[in-house]
């Protein structure tokens, strides 16, 4: 398949510069809604996700589109991505908790899905002005420069990373925080786009995530093992978006990968490393 980059990173771009940034820090009450107690949802996402949507179905004729909100409101259509169809997934604003209160960080993805294995990835920062994208087989970029990672030498003390919890299990928790009280630095940003970002531009060695919606991370992980970034389960699995299984480590490299993985999660069942 034929992946029209600049046409997609365009309309990535116009979508956010009319329907994201306009709002972002001028957003009135009735503009805020609570899907649940902890996740807002936004007029930007939903006006970002009706417009990009159909940018993009556009420019794939055929192709459907699965985006967060529409999800949302039905579940369903989360079937798409076991057919024959190509599939745009969206998160028209990922970190929108953060865009809500007008702090960053936030980002626009998008990944296109043939069955059942990501083809392309896209993640713009609005803010930043910039771009990463992949296509699977042919490497990373962020906007002209391609991302090659290195293997971390360090301690264990040295490797830092995102590590969110919020969804980890209560039975999970204390190897978890015992864990990560022997690494280096961690933090939970409320932006998977970020976290991904910092990943493959060497600013971290590790992400670490319990709950792996397609919107949040399809996106990422292409990006990330077109780096080459060492992703899967907690069980050495590989990531897959349809898939609704729980658990994902992204790593620098398969040493680092082991490591994250034992200290955190010493006593869980593994089959080996993630996938390259």
Not at 125 to 147: F, H, I, K
Not at 195 to 204: E, F, H, P, S
Not at 205 to 211: A, G, S
Request: a negative charge.
């Amino acid at each position: 398949m034929n992946i029209d980059h600049d046409s997609i990173c365009a309309a990535l771009r116009q979508t956010a510069c009319e329907e994201i940034l306009p709002l972002w820090r001028n957003l009135e009450a009735h503009q805020v809604e609570l899907k649940r107690a902890d996740d807002a949802v936004t007029d930007a996402d939903r006006n970002c996700e009706r417009v990009l949507g159909a940018r993009l179905a556009a420019l794939l004729p055929g192709s459907r589109v699965v985006g967060e909100e529409a999800v949302h409101a039905d579940p369903s259509l989360l079937q798409a991505l076991q057919g024959d169809a190509p599939v745009w997934i969206l998160d028209p604003v990922d970190g929108t908790n953060n865009f809500a209160a007008g702090e960053g960080p936030f980002a626009v993805m998008a990944a296109l899905v043939l069955r059942g294995e990501t083809l392309g990835a896209w993640i713009h920062d609005p803010v930043r002005e910039s771009m990463l994208r992949a296509e699977r087989g042919a490497g990373a970029y962020l906007d002209d420069t391609r991302l090659t990672l290195s293997a971390h030498a360090g301690p264990l003390d040295s490797i830092e990373g995102a590590l969110s919890g919020k969804y980890l299990p209560e039975a999970m928790r204390p190897a978890a925080r015992a864990g990560a009280a022997r690494l280096g630095r961690t933090w939970a940003s409320g932006c998977a786009a970020f976290d991904y970002l910092t990943l493959v531009t060497g600013g971290c060695q590790f992400l670490f995530y319990y709950r792996t919606l397609a919107w949040d991370h399809a996106p990422g992980v292409l990006i990330a093992n077109e780096a080459g970034a060492v992703t899967g389960r907690y069980d050495g699995s590989p990531y897959r978006p349809a898939s609704e299984a729980t658990g994902l480590l992204c790593a620098c490299d398969q040493a680092t990968w082991n490591t994250v993985r034992d200290t955190l999660l010493p006593d869980q069942p593994h089959t080996g490393g993630g996938q390259p």
